[in-house]
């Protein structure tokens, strides 16, 4: 009774706690301790992550007061449906990093598992959390953790990266700071439920600050995401980061994703009387943009991890598309696209992880090279990464393209979605095609260098790998899984009158 | 009291904008520096400016909204870490990359084009 009352503060405190932990004596600066320690506590938050799903699917929305301060005043953690999928989701996205990072890519530098831990703290927080002044706070501390987790290892390129990913996260954090202070000052209150309900009492000369403000955190969750003409530091610092932070990169522009996917549906959302659809223009043109940009920056990668980066990119056009849609179906859609592109992607960073280490010299750059020491194994893991990140059957990506092209079946932008998403298929079925010739086929001479990647290590780009078929032959209550939680979102008035209701007695 | 309010957080969000828009590291930390100045007083003044409002209650006539205040003290501390944090990270990249400007090498000069 106790544990399942403070249940949602779990999967931010257990992380925070772990990562503290690892710094103390006697698991200070011990590596076995170290990586035997988050491994543990990286399980336990699958599982419990795992519960808190099953919780908020049976018994509804699960709300935390921290001090036991009721909403609107205290600051609310919300487990709702969504929240509590895409916790799972990082809690087995860091299992894999994690089990990659053993395999020698925690050695590179120092405290690698605190900031691991640290940084899950931080994107569990952003999923969970109900205020948005906290969303900023959990958004400071995931970004402090993914600076000294982007250099860590050191070397050139990942400083002059680095110095791009910082400086701009920096500016994007007064930005969102600036949108927090137009909006308290108009709506007089930063939790999101008590803010959907102010947005109905604005006078005419607030309207227009508010409308400001709103699109402003647009702006700063776009930076995010990486939304068309704010994506540009996304391709090199995903390319230039060390393979297991990458892979935990792919959920961070997913944090943005889910910020506009709750912040522009809850309050100005299709029901938010003059606000209402405040994000919609914007989001349709720029998500189509990038996914364009994607696709030409996927045909131009000379290496396969910026040719991963920008398959991220198109992920988040097509994520986007699905928020443009405004519509549960299309969100459902988006939700289903989003498990699996985060999942694949990562995945597609570790192996190329792997496979730069075997080729020696040349490393993931797609140029002639020694062969791989495992070219079977690789090139199978290979093939499905590439399979299931295109959209061919039988993977996962097949199952959400096909379900975002059905939610955009009726709708009057089905002209301008349908062909840009399905050339972006094209396009990474033709990159990846070549990147996989170049890479297993086309080599010369013998390998004699290098180290066989190891079995902990392989199985962490497994785990990520089997997450697809797995969500396809568990297609059915994914799916209705996803639908209830988009109509969950789109139905304000009830998450209002949860939020606020419990408040009020 | 607004008006100079207002144009000492323009005045500020100005200079801190032009300063990140340069391409060498310093000015770019002094101008994230300035904006997040900028930033705190502007979050300072959502709550209303008020002149002799404490932010408890019955110590004094009026009182002053204390979540701003609140927010200013948290904004303020997040963002000194991060100055820190992008200073280091500025020192580094002087001395991996050899020279301070943010893309990590230094544009071609007009000497070199000609």
């Known amino acids: 009774m106790m544990l399942t009352q403070h249940l949602v503060s779990l999967p931010i405190l257990l992380p925070l706690l772990a990562g503290c932990l690892l710094l103390l004596p006697p698991l200070a600066n011990n590596l076995p301790r170290h990586r035997a320690f988050s491994l543990a506590v990286t399980l336990v938050m699958v599982a419990v992550c795992a519960w808190l799903l099953q919780v908020t699917h049976t018994q509804g929305m699960q709300l935390y007061f921290l001090g036991d301060w009721q909403p609107p005043f205290g600051i609310i953690f919300v487990g709702d449906r969504i929240s509590a999928l895409l916790v799972l989701l990082t809690s087995l996205l860091l299992l894999g990093c994690m089990l990659y990072a053993t395999g020698g890519e925690d050695t590179t530098g120092l405290h690698f598992y605190p900031l691991m831990m640290f940084q899950a703290a931080g994107i569990n927080g952003a999923f969970l959390t109900g205020d948005l002044f906290n969303l900023f706070v959990f958004f400071e501390v995931l970004l402090i953790a993914s600076y000294s987790l982007l250099i860590h290892g050191g070397g050139k390129q990942r400083t002059q990266s680095g110095m791009h990913y910082v400086i701009l996260n920096l500016v994007g954090s007064s930005l969102f700071l600036f949108a927090l202070g137009i909006l308290y000052g108009t709506l007089g209150t930063l939790n999101i439920a008590d803010m959907a309900m102010k947005t109905h009492e604005l006078s005419e000369d607030q309207l227009a600050l508010t409308k400001a403000g709103g699109l402003l955190l647009l702006l700063v969750f776009a930076l995010k995401a990486a939304l068309l003409p704010l994506h540009f530091w996304l391709p090199r610092t995903y390319a230039s980061a060390s393979p297991p932070v990458a892979a935990l990169f792919a959920i961070m522009t997913k944090v943005g994703i889910y910020s506009i996917y709750r912040v522009h549906t809850l309050v100005f959302g299709p029901q938010a009387g003059d606000l209402a659809s405040l994000a919609q223009p914007w989001l349709w043109p720029f998500a189509l943009l990038t996914l364009a940009a994607g696709m030409i920056g996927v045909l131009a990668s000379p290496s396969l991890r910026l040719l991963a980066a920008n398959l991220v990119l198109i992920s988040v056009g097509t994520l986007l598309v699905a928020a443009a849609l405004e519509s549960p179906e299309a969100m459902a859609a988006g939700l289903y696209y989003l498990l699996h592109s985060t999942l694949i992607s990562a995945a597609l960073f570790l192996l190329a992880g792997v496979i730069g280490d075997q080729r020696g010299k040349p490393g993931d750059r797609l140029v002639v090279g020694r062969p791989l020491l495992q070219p079977r194994l690789l090139g199978t893991a290979f093939f499905i990464a590439a399979m299931a990140v295109i959209g061919l059957p039988p993977f996962s990506g097949f199952l959400g393209k096909v379900l975002l092209l059905q939610a955009a079946e009726t709708t009057a932008e089905m002209g301008w979605m349908w062909p840009t998403l399905l050339l972006g298929s094209l396009a990474s079925l033709i990159a990846l095609s070549r990147a996989g010739t170049t890479l297993f086929w086309r080599v010369s001479g013998n390998n004699n260098q290098g180290e066989a990647a190891g079995l902990l290590q392989l199985s962490g780009i497994a785990l990520l790998l089997f997450c697809s078929p797995l969500m396809v032959v568990f297609g059915g209550p994914i799916t209705e899984l996803t639908l209830l939680a988009a109509e969950d979102l789109f139905n304000t008035q009830k998450t209002l009158e949860s939020i606020l209701g419990s408040g009020g007695n | ?114």
């Open chain 2, 1 to 114: 009291m607004e008006a100079l309010y207002a144009f000492c957080v323009g005045l500020l969000t100005a200079c801190g904008v032009f300063l990140t828009l340069r391409g060498r590291s310093f000015p770019v930390v002094v101008g994230i520096t300035l904006l997040s100045y900028a930033v705190n007083l502007f979050l300072f003044s959502s709550g209303r400016l008020k002149m002799d409002g404490a932010a408890v209650l019955g110590a004094s006539e009026s009182y002053a909204d204390p979540l701003p205040q609140a927010l200013v003290l948290t904004a303020i501390v997040i963002g000194f870490a991060m100055t820190a944090f992008v200073l280091i990270l500025a020192m580094r990249s002087r001395a991996d990359l050899g020279n301070d400007h943010v893309d990590g090498r230094l544009p071609p000069s007009p000497k070199d084009q000609k």
